[in-house]
């Protein structure tokens, strides 16, 4: 196989898809008169609520752009996908967006489009652990979110895989724990002698291992969250009442719909989502009208 990104060729790869690997310490080597957004996907629509989040804003906002896919995002600026690729010429070196630098080019620079900051935090906080505890650490749907993000095809790339997913998932089992403690550090995040390694010679920002996820807790973060976007979305046809879609709209769609077409029909925050029905609907619609998809 080919790494593509960047026209960049002959390095190796990790893993069977998405088949390219993202290096933007060289200088381009091809055309794009198109922005190109690279993310992780299997298909035209994102796995990764992030990822899809910025997708969903781009489609929202009628911009049009190439959608790549790449498992690997070292040459992003942020080490971390999705990572927007400027329209550029033949040996210019690209102009790489991430997160609120997608927004700001978007917007044209201006940012007026402010969203409520609450209700902001409640997609962005307690949805968003919703999700990631259901996705990743109920055993029905996390057999299946480990391929989606790492496919193996021998043993040896198999032990690397779930290394690296074990790494995500670590991470995000932090993010949980914080949230649903309240608090913005938390104590003794390495609890074994491996991680204790790890991490004393190995140093990173990122945790080697997870800390305990409670799962009831973050139910009863999901109910709430759920009722009070349900409540607020009420019959508008988007969530924050006005005549077009908000910012707040791809954050809240990236994890609507990820619950609905990833999470299996057994799950318990996909049960309480469908108990919604303005916010079911307004799922269906986003993805039928924006991306042609049927949930």
Known sequence: ?????????GIPLTGRFPLKRMDVGHAAVHVTHQPVLWVYA?????????????QIYLLLNGVEFKLKSTNEPNGSP????????????????PVL????????YVEDGSCNNVPDEHILHTIEKQLRISFLTYHLFIPSASLHSANLYFPATTKLISLQQSHQFNRLKASASVEIA???SGNHVLDHTHTTLTSWLYARYFPSEEPYECVPVDVDAVDRIAANALSELSANL?????????D???YADACLFAYLYLTLSLLPPSSHLRKRLTGHINLTHYTQRIASDYLKARI
């Open 78 to 93: 942020n080490n971390r996908l999705p990572v927007l690729e400027l329209p550029h010429t033949d040996g210019q070196t």
């Open 244 to 246: 077009k879609p908000t």
């Open 178 to 180: 914080k949230v649903v």
């Open 1 to 9: 196989m080919i790494t593509e990104f960047l026209g960049l060729k």
């Open 42 to 54: 299997r298909s035209s629509i994102s796995f990764e609520p992030e990822c899809l989040k910025w």
């Open 97 to 104: 967006l991430t997160d609120d630098q997608i927004r700001a």
């Open 234 to 242: 009420a019959s508008n046809t988007w969530i924050l009442g006005g």
